[in-house]
Every structure is written in structure tokens, then in C-alpha cells.
């Protein structure tokens, strides 16, 4: 799902058709949660779903171009209307999810019904390459003190 792909019609498509599904089979509000690569995908959704997900997290954003995508800092974040959380790492190392981008990505969600930044620090000793799952990139040994922080911001308008 490179090169294009998550910023496409079709992908969109495609996960409003999970969200319509979602829907149809239970009564509580849909969510777009991504990380890394997946903010690319959950972003782009956001700002042009049909099916009104309910928000939208965004943990360890794309913020540098690599040529694989695009960075969620150079998408039309002022179109996100949903409530948005914006979750970073202090010591995230992979050089396209930097944490400072979770701030101008902040910063561009000017008409977002509600917005949060969160930072995150320590965890583990890093097991894995910079941009992988188990070092500060993928919140490793906090990941359920993450998780909590998450599920408690969606929760907040149940």
C-alpha cells in the first residue's frame, strides 16, 4: 500500500465500506486509528470519507516524504472536522515520523471539533530498527499505558 495508494479513491473507498459495514452491525461511533504508514491512510480518510467516522487517531505521524506516500504534514488537515488525537514518542528515531511533526500536524487541524497532542517517554530498550514496532516508534513497553490514553479520549464523547 504504497506509492499512492493510501491517498487514492479506491482506498477510501474501500474503508468506507468497512466503516458502512461497522456501522450497520453495531451502534457505536467508528474510529480511524493509524500508525506510522497508517496515518497516511487514517488522515487522508478523514479528510474525504462519506461515512462521517466519528475521529480519528494518529500515533507516530508521517511527517517527512519518503517517496512512498505522502506525509500527513502535506495533506488538507484544515478539512478534518472530526475530534483528532495526535499521539507521539519523545525518542521516536525513524526520521519520517518525527515527534516534531505531531505538532504542526496539530497546529494545521484548525477546523477539527476537538483536538489533543500527547508525548510519550520511556518503555523499553528498542529490539527493533527505529521505524519498527518494538522501540519508541512503536511505543514499546508503554504500549498499554498508550492504548489506555487513547481508548479514554474516545471514550470522552460516549
Same mark, same amino acid.
Given at each position: 500500500?504504497?506509492? @499512492?495508494?493510501?491517498?487514492?479513491?479506491?482506498?477510501?473507498?474501500?474503508?468506507?465500506?468497512?466503516?458502512?459495514? *461497522?456501522?450497520?452491525?453495531?451502534? *457505536?461511533?467508528?474510529? *480511524?486509528?493509524?500508525?506510522?504508514?497508517?496515518?497516511?491512510?487514517?488522515?487522508?480518510?478523514?479528510?474525504?470519507?462519506?461515512?462521517?467516522?466519528?475521529?480519528?487517531?494518529?500515533?507516530?505521524?508521517?511527517?517527512?516524504? $519518503?517517496?512512498? @506516500?505522502?506525509?500527513?504534514?502535506?495533506?488538507?488537515?484544515?478539512?478534518?472536522?472530526?475530534?483528532?488525537?495526535?499521539?507521539?514518542?519523545?525518542?521516536?528515531?525513524?526520521?519520517?515520523?518525527?515527534?516534531?511533526?505531531?505538532?504542526?500536524?496539530?497546529?494545521?487541524?484548525? $477546523?477539527?471539533?476537538?483536538?489533543?497532542?500527547?508525548?510519550?517517554?520511556?518503555?523499553?530498550?528498542?529490539?527493533?530498527?527505529?521505524? @519498527?514496532?518494538?522501540?519508541?516508534?512503536?511505543?514499546?513497553?508503554?504500549e498499554e499505558e498508550v492504548v489506555d490514553f487513547i481508548a479514554a479520549f474516545i471514550k470522552r464523547d460516549l
Amino acid at each position: 500500500m504504497l506509492w @499512492g495508494f493510501r491517498t487514492s479513491k479506491k482506498h477510501v473507498a474501500d474503508i468506507d465500506h468497512v466503516i458502512a459495514y *461497522l456501522k450497520e452491525k453495531t451502534e *457505536l461511533p467508528v474510529w *480511524l486509528v493509524g500508525t506510522s504508514r497508517g496515518t497516511e491512510s487514517a488522515a487522508f480518510a478523514a479528510i474525504h470519507s462519506q461515512q462521517a467516522p466519528a475521529g480519528v487517531v494518529l500515533t507516530s505521524s508521517m511527517g517527512e516524504e $519518503n517517496g512512498k @506516500g505522502t506525509a500527513v504534514t502535506e495533506m488538507g488537515l484544515k478539512k478534518i472536522v472530526i475530534p483528532t488525537l495526535i499521539v507521539a514518542h519523545e525518542d521516536d528515531q525513524c526520521w519520517v515520523t518525527p515527534p516534531s511533526a505531531a505538532e504542526l500536524i496539530r497546529k494545521r487541524l484548525v $477546523n477539527a471539533e476537538r483536538v489533543a497532542l500527547q508525548y510519550f517517554s520511556g518503555g523499553d530498550a528498542p529490539q527493533s530498527r527505529a521505524c @519498527g514496532a518494538r522501540s519508541p516508534h512503536g511505543y514499546f513497553g508503554i504500549e498499554e499505558e498508550v492504548v489506555d490514553f487513547i481508548a479514554a479520549f474516545i471514550k470522552r464523547d460516549l
